[in-house]
């Protein structure tokens, strides 16, 4: 497991624990905004920007509809120009469908959008 920190403008937006491969860290902190830091797995990642007036949240469900599994996840904030198109390219096939699982996720939902 690694822990994601994310920082805009020298203030803690989120930690958040995360179960995934190094390569998966790496594609999911390329997607998020703000100063990066990921522990445990000896990576970085991310850019520092102004504080935006308002965060750019976005919550996910993914799973796999064949074995009745899933689970949700929120990215505090993400760079203005990524898409649930870009989350769906690192998620599917790659992150597990459900955090007690090896079954990987075939879809991927947005549940919540706040830009």
């Known amino acids: 497991m690694s822990y994601i920190k994310q920082v805009v403008k020298g ?3 989120k930690t958040l624990d995360v ?3 190094e ?3 790496t594609a999911l ?3 998020m905004d703000g100063e990066i830091q ?3 797995s000896k990576a970085s990642g991310g850019t520092a920007v102004a ?3 308002d965060l750019n949240r976005k919550r996910f469900s993914c799973g796999d509809r064949d074995s009745n ?3 949700s996840f929120t990215v505090p904030h993400v760079k203005a120009g990524a898409t649930k ?6 998620v599917v096939g790659a992150f597990d469908a459900n955090p007690d699982s090896d079954v990987k996720a075939t879809y991927l939902n947005l549940l919540y959008d706040r830009n």
Do not use: E, I
């Not at 198109?85 to 690192?90: G, I, L, N, Y």
């Open 69 to 71: 599994l899933s689970t």
């Open 38 to 40: 990921v522990f445990d």
């Open 51 to 53: 504080t935006p007036a």
């Open 11 to 13: 203030r803690t937006v």
């Open 23 to 25: 390569g998966d860290l």
């Open 19 to 21: 179960t995934a491969s």
């Open 85 to 90: 198109s870009d989350f769906k390219a690192v």
């Open 29 to 31: 902190t390329d997607l």
